[in-house]
Every structure is written in C-alpha cells, then in structure tokens.
C-alpha cells in the first residue's frame, strides 16, 4: 500500500506563474513532512519542510502547506523559473518507532517551467 | 565540506552474482541510510545504520543487506541478482540528535550507484 502519493506524475508551467504540487498521505503517525528536488544523474536535495504542529512553512519562493485533516500538503512555487524544471518527491517521516531518519516517499512530480 | 560519495557509479552484473555499492557519508555525519529507487515504485527505504547498528529495515527480502563501519562509511550488498534490483541504489547521510531544533529526517543523499542485472 502507497503510504505517501503524489497523484501527478507531471506538471507543465508557464515561467513566472505559481507551481502547485501536491501530495496525500494515509498514515496517521507521519508527523514530519518534507519536500526533495531531484535532477537527472543527481540526488534528491532537500528542499523544505514542515512539522505536524504548523500549517504553514515559507523559504523564499517555496511554500509548504499542511492540512492535517485530509491528510494533504502542497508545495507552492512562487514565480516559477526554468531552472525549477526536476521531479519533486513529497516525503514523510514519525512511524519508524525508534528511527527518525526512515522517509517513506511519493513516487514524484515532474514539473517543467516553460520559458 | 566534501558530499555523499557513492561507488561505483555504473555497473553492469547478470543475473546470479552478488554486488557491493559503497557509501562515504558527508564528515561527521554517523546515520547513513540506504534507498532504492525504480521508475514504477519511486524511492524505497531499505535501512538505515547509525554506529555501526541497523536501526530500521524496509520491505525487502534478505537477499539485501548493509553493515556500517566505525567510520560511518556504509556497505549494502545484494546477493543472488534478480532483473527487478536493477534501479538506482542511493545513499543519504544526516546528523542524529537527541536535542530539539534540528530538521528531522534531513537527508543528504549522494548521486547514487546505478545497477544494471542482465
């Protein structure tokens, strides 16, 4: 069972408009969620992250945005540029029991940013 | 401050044999987890090694195993190949702290060993 979905496998922008990327989750326990960037024949970088006990996190261009609720958090971009064009995977780590560094992933976006 | 080194980067092995991947963490570091990444299933926890103990293992059969040394550099092993443990094998690095204030689950990862099994 997918724990961690990302229901889009791609997304195409226009430059300078905003990037939603979204993603859902079915376990209760993941109280800590984060956001990787990934480019060809590199690995994921971490992006941004956000806590179970916010709703809201904001890094420059990028905001993340919880909703406990349904379960769903969103990753915003804001303008969007080329040089956003990666996949994106939405992570969520707390069900491990003892390990914090366990990250059950989505399997990713690809978004492209248009010129 | 030098990143994940991972080795090889490319290898090409048939079906049967067993490989070995490497993993240098960044310094300091002492968690070093290992992920599998494939197009259809994305990136899969396999384990995860602080002081040389696994700490957390992934759904995968026992064919898969890592160990860790008192360096923190990390070896994963997979035995007796199959055609589906081709993928991207990638490791990641973090700090562990007891403390408060840290990003839990920050991972830094390398840029991965690519496994081809013919």
């Known amino acids: 069972d997918q724990q961690v979905k990302q229901n889009s496998p791609s997304l195409s922008v226009q430059e300078g408009r905003i990037s939603i990327l979204n993603c859902d989750y079915t376990?209760?326990?993941?109280?800590?969620f984060l956001w990787y960037k990934k480019y060809p024949a590199e690995g994921p970088t971490f992006l941004i992250s956000?806590?179970?006990?916010?709703d809201k996190n904001e890094d420059g261009r990028f905001t993340v945005f919880l909703n406990k609720s349904a379960k769903h958090l969103s990753l915003h971009i804001v303008p969007s540029q080329p040089g956003d064009s990666a996949v994106y995977f939405c992570a969520a780590s707390g069900d491990s029991g003892g390990s914090n560094y366990k990250l059950t992933f989505g399997k990713g976006t690809l978004l492209t940013v248009n010129p | 401050k030098a990143g994940v080194t991972q080795t090889p980067r490319y290898l090409i092995k048939t079906r049967g044999q067993q490989v070995t991947l490497s993993c240098s963490p960044i310094?300091?570091?002492?968690?070093v987890s290992w992920y599998q990444q494939t197009p259809g299933q994305g990136l899969q926890f396999l384990f995860e090694?602080?002081?040389?103990?696994?700490?957390n293992k992934g759904n995968f059969p026992g064919r898969f195993s890592g160990r860790q040394f008192s360096n923190s550099r990390s070896e994963m092993n997979v035995s007796t190949l199959e055609l589906g443990d081709s993928a991207l094998y990638l490791c990641a690095s973090s700090l562990y702290y007891k403390g408060q204030g840290i990003t839990i689950g920050e991972l830094f990862f390398g840029e991965g060993s690519r496994l081809t099994v013919l």
């Open positions: 090694y602080f002081s040389e103990t696994q700490r």
């Open positions: 956000i806590s179970s006990i916010k």
């Open positions: 310094s300091g570091h002492r968690s």
């Open positions: 376990n209760s326990m993941f109280d800590y």
